[in-house]
């Protein structure tokens, strides 16, 4: 799913391309997409663009006359810009591209929405007035705004795993699977430390952690799309640390990246820097292995060892 550093490279350069340049139509070419009813898509038509903005994972476009359109791209949703070319050729180059969903047509170009897979879950939303856009509103914190005061009262409502709770859009906006991940391996703390009896000094250094992180993505993804829109959006990237480096070495300490699977979501750590040592079970891995599971670095390197040994 595409988290803050993705959605903020995707509002700039949706910006650069549409500010003060008239929405031509919107057109939803599977249903599922559009989740209002009033106003309607060519209710946009003909308005000039004010702003884009974020509202926690979703882009939001205001137009003049107090409408929004919100996209929530979700987990496999993705946006591409074709500048306009000739509308017939800009249309049927669109229409090819697999997976669309819809298009917004701007005076200068085409934003195409498409996903990934069968399961359909992006959605545009077409609003009413600043008080409707309260809907997108999960009540998360902005790491970047938030104090550590404010970081540390919201944790500690709830007894949960830093993982679960740097995930949920409810405690905090803009963060997924894979910034979670990068964020709690720059904070040195574990995925399954738990949030109500975290101390202050571990939520100072998880909160000064997530700004560095999210600064550092935002910057670095800014930086490689130099201008153009962002084409390759993933959350896998060679130079993270954690995520999705399962069984590759640790960049600060060289030991293998472990990795916990549950659900749609996984939490990828390492246990030196992380977990003082420890190696939580993976529900897959340890179903299988039973007692042979490794619950140390020591295990797990001895547990390899013994792997090799009988390649």
């Known amino acids: 799913m595409p988290e803050l550093p993705d959605i903020v490279n995707y509002v700039d350069a949706l910006r650069e391309r549409t500010a003060g340049s008239l929405l031509e139509r919107i057109t939803v070419h599977h249903p599922f997409l559009l989740r ?122 709830e007894n949960r795993t830093l993982k679960r709770a740097l995930t949920d859009p409810r405690l905090v906006s803009g963060v997924g699977n894979a910034y979670s991940d990068e964020i709690l391996h720059a904070a040195r703390l574990s995925p399954f430390a738990r949030t109500s009896t975290l101390p202050d000094e571990a939520i100072a250094r998880l909160h000064a952690a997530a700004r560095t992180t999210l600064l550092a993505w935002t910057d670095r993804l ?29 960049p600060a300490c060289g030991t293998a990246v472990q990795r916990v699977r549950y659900a749609e979501n996984e939490a990828n750590y390492c246990p030196r820097c992380q977990t003082d040592g420890k190696v939580h079970a993976d529900r897959a891995l340890s179903r299988l292995l039973k007692d042979d599971w490794p619950r140390s670095i020591e295990e797990l390197e001895r547990f390899k060892d013994r792997g090799t040994a009988r390649g």
């Open 222 to 250: 800014r930086t490689e799309r130099n201008g153009a829109f962002p084409r390759k959006v993933t959350a896998f990237h060679p130079q993270m640390a954690v995520h999705g480096k399962f069984g590759r070495p640790c």
């Open 36 to 157: 209002t009813v009033t106003p309607s898509p060519a209710d946009c038509a003909g308005r000039t663009v004010r702003e884009v903005r974020r509202a926690g994972k979703q882009i939001v476009v205001e137009l003049d006359g107090r409408l929004f359109v919100a996209i929530h791209l979700m987990v496999a949703g993705r946006l591409a810009w074709s500048p306009q070319e000739g509308e017939q050729g800009a249309k049927a180059g669109l229409r090819r591209r697999k997976g669309l969903l819809g298009e917004i047509a701007f005076r200068g170009g085409t934003l195409s929405l498409t996903e990934a897979g069968s399961q359909r879950r992006a959605a545009l939303r077409i609003l009413e007035g600043a008080d409707a856009l309260s809907v997108l509103d999960r009540g998360g914190l902005e790491l970047l705004e938030c104090s550590t005061a404010e970081l540390a009262t919201g944790l500690r409502r």
